[in-house]
């Protein structure tokens, strides 16, 4: 087979919720018994993205934060890791301050947590609930995702044209379902961020089948050699793939991969 490697998206792909369907888990663990590696390539933090590899029982570099951090469990560091620039993040923490909004930024290894009212019991241990961001040199994100209406759209109309020679802002879509704006610095980009896995697995991006459903999805397919759609992405994101599968909440990753296991492409 001329694959060697998958990169999978999680929200919206791989998951549906928090959770991996089952005919999802079987799929991976077939293609990973023929040899295939499989990348995890998601919006969210590595220590998230580790527990997800764990359950499907893979090893390999971790897309995390949108492709500003690969990051190789077998060492624990970071083969490639993009930051927000200081003056970004003090526009967006003020617009969030200001706004009522759910922020996930990733700094580090902790996640900051700004919700309205109580943040609640049962979060993951990287969590850190806070009432105001406050900015730091020294502490800048690889990603923040914000979800709330006002807050949104004052990020588009305040941020992105001033920002646009360094930040990158696009839509994605969240484990609720829920449309989020999600930022990174520049130089971040599944793409890139696939480049660098690869690199580390020595194998071309030409050899990975890349799927997702999203904006943030598209780098990695214009570098991967196949690409691979759910049925619910946008229409955007349909057509620049090789083949558009069924939904997430139909195990549209996993029909995809029987397809390419049985047939050796699409």
């Known amino acids: 087979m001329k694959y060697k490697a998958l990169a999978i998206?999680?929200?919206g792909t791989l998951l549906v919720g928090d959770d991996v369907p089952e005919e999802n888990v079987e799929a991976i663990r077939a293609a990973r018994d023929r040899g295939i590696k499989v990348i995890i390539a998601t919006a969210r933090w590595s220590q998230y993205a580790l527990r997800i590899a764990g359950k499907l029982e893979i090893e390999g570099p971790i897309i995390a934060c949108s492709g500003a951090q690969v990051h190789d469990a077998s060492t624990g560091r970071d083969l490639f890791d993009a930051r927000i620039p200081l003056p970004g993040v003090e526009a967006l923490y003020a617009i969030c301050n200001e706004e009522r909004c759910i922020a996930t930024i990733t700094v580090n290894d902790?996640?900051?947590l700004k919700l309205e009212g109580d943040a609640g019991s049962g979060l993951e241990a990287e969590f850190k609930p806070v009432r105001t961001l406050v900015a730091d040199?020294?502490?800048l994100p690889r990603v923040a995702a914000i979800q709330g209406t006002r807050?949104?759209?004052?990020?588009?109309d305040e941020l992105q044209e001033r920002f646009r020679d360094s930040i990158n802002v696009y839509d994605s879509?969240?484990?609720t379902g829920k449309l989020v704006v999600t930022l990174t610095g520049k130089s971040a980009s599944k793409g890139l961020a696939?480049?660098?896995a690869c690199k580390h697995l020595g194998i071309n991006t030409h050899e990975?089948?890349?799927f997702g459903d999203a904006e943030n999805d598209l780098e990695m397919f214009r570098r991967a050699g196949a690409s691979v759609a759910m049925g619910q992405a946008d229409e955007r994101t349909k057509a620049a793939a090789t083949f558009v599968s069924?939904?997430?909440d139909e195990a549209g990753v996993a029909v995809a991969i029987h397809q390419l296991l049985s047939k050796g492409g699409f």
């Open 173 to 175: 879509i969240g484990p």
């Open 208 to 210: 990975v089948v890349a």
């Open 110 to 112: 902790r996640v900051l």
């Open 9 to 11: 998206d999680l929200d």
């Open 151 to 156: 807050c949104n759209q004052r990020i588009r």
């Open 137 to 139: 040199a020294l502490d």
């Open 194 to 196: 696939l480049e660098a």
């Open 246 to 248: 069924r939904r997430n």
